[in-house]
């Protein structure tokens, strides 16, 4: 038997990047898959007929995590059109780097927005589907910043140390009722915005890695498919850094 077979994922944020690799990885393990994104474009198309083709039931949705109301509704509306939902990954996420002296209002007003409140307006809805089910597991995507600050980066490293304390919370809110919370704080991965950056920049960053390479998405999702799965039915209000080990 698949690891998440007969579980519904909902993925925040999943068309494209970490997200989509994590709602693949679900899929190969039997989960049929439920994501949002601000828009369902063609690479949210795309996504759709990549996880399908995988045999299980999939649907993209269109929402502004960061709004209140639109993730009721659509959480609403993912329930009634799944039935269930066992799983919530809080992956929606944007960056607007700035030093502190030069960072806007708007700028930090739009990340904690997107990162942090699309997180706590997600689990609000959720946790009442996940209470009468008496249980379900819940992944905050946050970033090894968000544990160790970066420079430049104030408004993304608060708005990720935020889902860390988030997961804590919410474990102790709702342990008792099955429900379990815990945060992935990746490191430095390989997505379309890192391979922008210059050569010089990335090889800087990997020489500081002990594993002398930079992450992959699929390492990302590999230990988001153990944190859905029932391997970690004991684990809770934890944090797990996947980054080769750059910071210990």
Request: glycine share 10%; proline share 2%; charged share 20%.
């Amino acid at each position: 038997m698949k690891l998440l077979e007969g579980k519904v994922a909902l993925i925040t944020g999943a068309a494209r990047g970490i997200g989509k690799a994590i709602a693949l990885k679900f899929a190969s393990e039997g989960a049929d898959v439920a994501f949002t994104d601000l828009v369902i474009d063609e690479n949210g198309k795309a996504t759709e007929q990549e996880i399908a083709a995988l045999g299980v039931k999939v649907k993209g949705y269109a929402s502004n995590a960061a709004k209140f109301d639109e993730t009721e509704q659509v959480v609403n509306q993912v329930k009634a059109d799944f039935g269930h939902i066992d799983i919530l990954v809080n992956n929606a996420g944007i960056t607007k780097d700035a030093l502190m002296l030069k960072m806007t209002e708007a700028m930090w007003d739009a990340v904690i927005a997107v990162n942090l409140k699309s997180a706590f307006n997600f689990i609000h809805a959720v946790t009442p589907i996940m209470s009468r089910q008496r249980g379900g597991s819940i992944i905050n995507m946050s970033s090894v910043v968000g544990v160790h600050g970066n420079a430049g980066q104030c408004n993304y490293a608060a708005s990720k140390a935020g889902l860390i304390s988030l997961a804590k919370s919410i474990s102790q809110e709702m342990g008792r009722r099955g429900i379990r919370a815990n945060a992935i704080a990746p490191g430095f991965i390989d997505t379309a915005m890192t391979e922008a950056l210059p050569e010089n920049i990335r090889k800087e960053w990997v020489e500081r890695i002990p594993l002398r390479r930079a992450g992959t998405v699929d390492d990302i999702a590999n230990v988001a498919t153990f944190l859905a799965s029932d391997m970690s039915s004991y684990v809770a209000g934890q944090v797990i850094q996947v980054d080769g080990g750059m910071n210990m």
